[in-house]
């Protein structure tokens, strides 16, 4: 069982930056890569960035260039920072521990940009 909790979601206008942060507890040694997904109102659930414990990374489309994650292993935490924000982004932001669909998931943290 692992247990992640996200922080960081809010408020900001478009164009500005936030950062997302995901701690792990409870099995951790379990853990291989992470992620953040993210769901917009009347949407399925999308990816939206992954980092595997060695390092290697892969973002949607959408996000490339704009947003980077980042993992500290040591510290079983993922993060998402987000650049050049756009109302299209907005969504409930949720951290993943060892992918879809049988991984575990977070609560969600809100990110709202406005235009």
């Known amino acids: 069982q692992v247990q992640l909790v996200e922080s960081g979601g809010g408020l900001v206008q478009a164009g500005g930056s936030l950062t997302l942060s995901c701690a792990a507890s409870g099995s951790i040694f379990s853990i291989n890569a992470m992620g953040w997904y993210r769901q917009a109102p009347g949407k399925q659930r999308e990816l939206v960035a992954t980092?595997?414990?060695?390092?290697?990374?892969n973002y949607a489309d959408s996000v490339k260039g704009r947003f980077t994650i980042s993992r500290n292993n040591a510290m079983n935490a993922v993060y998402l920072h987000m650049n050049s924000l756009k109302p299209e982004d907005t969504a409930v932001y949720y951290c993943?521990?060892?992918?879809?669909?049988?991984?575990?998931w977070g609560q969600g943290t809100q990110v709202t940009v406005s235009s």
């Open positions: 980092i595997a414990r060695g390092g290697y990374t």
């Open positions: 993943n521990a060892n992918g879809v669909p049988f991984g575990s």
